[in-house]
């Protein structure tokens, strides 16, 4: 009798080995231990393959159980029709109003793993539950308080102040035209809130430990102490480590590394949600093949991230790229619209839901007439989820194989061919337009050059852009339009070597040296070993009348 079966063994889902790695998140361990011996070291280029693989199809998921059906669509309505078009209204809003961005990305970088932790909870609920253990408030209570301290833990890290906000974001918003919207939480009161909330989880996980064995065996209790663990490796490990650990001894706990982990989280989270929602749609339709159903919330997942990057893309009906707050954006969105289905559709009170998470029957659905008005919309949705699926796959490869040996080899040529590749699939990059600018100014070919470079400050302006649009003004002998390019640089980095000592030198060139001086000076001060900068200042020093002089000290 084959073990996956939910009727032979009404104690697991799919079966234990699978329930035990996939259902539970323990999936994670083997990546984290990966994380370990390679020092947290992965191609970030390849990482939306990663993505594509797992988070996009479980996204996909939650779209098929709630669009794919009539009678679901009407009795999500509220939510499936209305709730959308806000989400949709808040996103278009935040590409062309940065704060609403910044708001937006913000709510889903603190919802996120409240996402994550609801789903541990009640898949431990399942797991209890399948076991005809009914359980009682109180323990209930306890199991709850087990996975939310954790998030607790990491949202008061998260909302730190200045020191912690990056370190914690499970994305980052460097390089784009967002920000993460800190609470500040000051750090003293943060310390004493992190220790009260370590104690509270250590006396509550003791809790459940004790309650749980009184009423069952530790093998049928063993699912649910995992998935306790597993919300703990999550969310608490990487806070406890910071606390107690060097920052040498982390590894991939390390707040250096603490976005590039929380992408593995996120990939144990999607392996999760995806073993769930696959054992639902075997129950609501028996005799379907997973590998179809698993193909289908990959088209489907693909196709809502893959037409908003393209018909929202430079030169087409957008303004933002891909790498300066696009696909951030499109991230946020969809995440915030997933989570808000998820809620909805998942409820363990909801009798057809218990009737098959809990008790393992098939699902109960009303026969319904192939709809014929909308026959369009599905080869439509699979479509263009292909090609999205194909852009996402060409993309990373042509970033990681092409990009990357282009630039160390200095493949001027070859770069050429990576940027056209990857605009085309709606991937141009304000970084590669600016370091192919540069390239193509070290070999004098200064008109090719500020096409790049301006193109790519069309994408996000950026320092290396303008300090190389100002050499080439420089060379043009316009000598005022490379004084505003270093100014603009100097904009974006205040305290930048480079941009301080082109912009003084710049200025006196073009007639105003005692504002050359005050620019060297600080140069000077921050790089005391280049002797470029010094020599220059003397230089300046010296063009300063006795009078200017003066008044520069007394100013």
């Given at each position: 009798m084959a073990?996956?079966?939910p009727r032979?063994?009404?104690?697991?889902?799919?079966?234990?080995?699978?329930?035990?790695t996939?259902?539970?998140?323990?999936?994670?361990?083997p990546?984290?231990?990966l994380?370990?011996?390679?020092?947290?070291?992965?191609?970030?280029?390849?990482?939306?393959?990663?993505v594509?693989?797992f988070?996009?199809?479980?996204?996909g998921?939650?779209?098929?159980?709630?669009?794919?059906s009539?009678?679901?669509?009407?009795?999500?309505?509220?939510?499936s029709?209305?709730a959308?078009?806000?989400?949709?209204?808040?996103?278009?809003?935040?590409?062309?109003?940065y704060?609403?961005?910044?708001?937006l990305?913000?709510?889903?970088?603190?919802?996120?793993?409240w996402?994550?932790?609801?789903q541990n909870?009640?898949?431990?609920?399942?797991?209890l539950?399948?076991?005809?253990?009914?359980?009682a408030?109180?323990?209930?209570?306890?199991?709850?308080?087990?996975?939310v301290?954790?998030?607790a833990?990491?949202?008061f890290?998260?909302?730190?102040d200045?020191?912690g906000?990056?370190?914690?974001?499970?994305?980052?918003?460097a390089?784009?035209?967002?920000?993460f919207?800190?609470?500040?939480?000051?750090g003293?009161v943060?310390?004493v809130?992190?220790?009260?909330?370590?104690?509270?989880?250590?006396w509550?996980?003791g809790?459940c430990v004790?309650?749980?064995?009184?009423?069952?065996?530790?093998?049928?209790?063993?699912?649910t102490?995992?998935?306790i663990?597993?919300?703990?490796?999550?969310?608490?490990?990487?806070?406890v480590?910071?606390?107690?650990l060097?920052?040498?001894?982390?590894?991939?706990?390390s707040?250096?590394?603490?976005?590039?982990?929380?992408?593995?989280?996120?990939?144990a989270?999607s392996?999760?949600?995806?073993?769930?929602?696959?054992?639902y749609?075997?129950?609501?339709?028996?005799g379907?093949?997973?590998?179809?159903y698993?193909?289908?919330t990959l088209?489907?997942?693909?196709?809502?991230?893959?037409?908003p990057?393209?018909?929202?893309?430079?030169g087409?009906?957008?303004?933002l790229?891909?790498?300066?707050?696009?696909?951030?954006?499109v991230?946020g969105a969809l995440n915030?619209?997933?989570?808000?289905l998820?809620?909805?559709?998942?409820?363990?009170?909801?009798?057809?839901?218990?009737?098959?998470?809990?008790?393992?029957?098939d699902?109960?659905t009303?026969?319904r007439?192939?709809?014929?008005?909308?026959?369009?919309?599905?080869?439509?949705v699979w479509?263009?989820?292909?090609?999205?699926?194909?852009?996402t796959?060409?993309?990373?490869?042509?970033?990681?194989?092409?990009?990357?040996?282009?630039l160390?080899?200095?493949?001027?040529?070859r770069?050429?061919?990576?940027?056209?590749?990857?605009?085309w699939?709606?991937?141009?990059?304000a970084?590669?337009?600016?370091?192919?600018?540069a390239?193509k100014?070290?070999?004098?070919?200064t008109?090719?050059a500020?096409r790049d470079?301006?193109?790519s400050?069309?994408?996000?302006?950026?320092l290396?852009?303008w300090?190389?649009?100002?050499?080439v003004?420089?060379r043009?002998g316009?000598?005022?339009?490379?004084?505003?390019?270093?100014?603009a640089?100097?904009?974006?980095?205040?305290?930048?070597?480079?941009?301080?000592f082109?912009?003084?030198?710049?200025?006196f060139?073009?007639?105003?040296?005692?504002?050359?001086r005050a620019?060297l000076?600080?140069?000077?001060?921050?790089?005391?070993?280049?002797?470029?900068?010094?020599?220059?200042?003397?230089?300046?020093?010296?063009s300063?009348?006795?009078?200017?002089?003066?008044?520069?000290?007394?100013?």
């Amino acid at each position: 009798m084959a073990a996956a079966s939910p009727r032979v063994s009404p104690r697991w889902l799919h079966g234990p080995v699978s329930d035990l790695t996939l259902g539970t998140g323990i999936v994670y361990v083997p990546a984290f231990a990966l994380l370990l011996m390679t020092g947290a070291n992965f191609p970030v280029s390849l990482v939306p393959l990663v993505v594509l693989g797992f988070a996009t199809p479980h996204l996909g998921a939650t779209l098929l159980r709630v669009y794919e059906s009539a009678e679901d669509r009407n009795a999500y309505r509220i939510f499936s029709v209305w709730a959308t078009i806000g989400i949709f209204a808040l996103f278009l809003s935040g590409l062309r109003w940065y704060a609403i961005g910044s708001l937006l990305i913000t709510f889903y970088l603190t919802v996120v793993p409240w996402h994550f932790t609801g789903q541990n909870y009640g898949i431990a609920l399942i797991f209890l539950r399948r076991r005809g253990l009914d359980v009682a408030p109180p323990l209930k209570r306890y199991i709850y308080a087990s996975f939310v301290i954790p998030y607790a833990l990491w949202i008061f890290a998260l909302h730190g102040d200045a020191s912690g906000t990056a370190e914690y974001a499970p994305l980052g918003t460097a390089g784009t035209v967002y920000s993460f919207l800190s609470l500040g939480i000051p750090g003293a009161v943060q310390g004493v809130v992190l220790m009260a909330l370590m104690i509270s989880y250590v006396w509550v996980v003791g809790e459940c430990v004790i309650r749980l064995l009184k009423l069952v065996s530790v093998r049928e209790a063993l699912p649910t102490f995992v998935l306790i663990a597993t919300q703990f490796l999550w969310f608490a490990a990487p806070i406890v480590a910071r606390i107690w650990l060097e920052a040498d001894a982390m590894g991939p706990l390390s707040p250096v590394n603490s976005a590039h982990t929380f992408v593995w989280v996120t990939m144990a989270h999607s392996v999760q949600y995806l073993w769930i929602t696959s054992y639902y749609a075997r129950r609501e339709n028996p005799g379907s093949r997973t590998s179809r159903y698993l193909l289908r919330t990959l088209l489907a997942g693909s196709a809502v991230y893959g037409l908003p990057m393209l018909l929202l893309s430079p030169g087409v009906l957008g303004r933002l790229s891909f790498d300066s707050g696009l696909y951030l954006m499109v991230a946020g969105a969809l995440n915030v619209h997933h989570i808000m289905l998820d809620g909805v559709i998942w409820k363990l009170r909801d009798t057809r839901i218990a009737n098959v998470l809990i008790r393992g029957a098939d699902a109960k659905t009303t026969t319904r007439p192939a709809p014929r008005r909308r026959s369009w919309i599905r080869p439509l949705v699979w479509s263009s989820g292909a090609v999205s699926v194909l852009f996402t796959i060409g993309s990373a490869l042509e970033s990681e194989f092409g990009v990357r040996p282009a630039l160390e080899r200095k493949d001027l040529q070859r770069l050429e061919v990576a940027v056209r590749r990857l605009t085309w699939m709606g991937r141009d990059n304000a970084e590669l337009r600016s370091w192919l600018g540069a390239m193509k100014l070290e070999r004098g070919d200064t008109s090719a050059a500020l096409r790049d470079l301006e193109r790519s400050i069309d994408l996000r302006p950026n320092l290396l852009a303008w300090l190389n649009i100002g050499v080439v003004r420089e060379r043009e002998g316009r000598g005022h339009l490379a004084l505003e390019a270093y100014q603009a640089a100097l904009l974006l980095a205040p305290d930048d070597v480079t941009a301080l000592f082109y912009t003084g030198r710049a200025s006196f060139r073009t007639g105003d040296p005692g504002h050359a001086r005050a620019l060297l000076r600080k140069a000077a001060e921050k790089a005391p070993e280049r002797a470029d900068i010094r020599r220059l200042l003397d230089t300046v020093t010296r063009s300063v009348s006795p009078e200017t002089s003066i008044q520069d000290r007394g100013g």
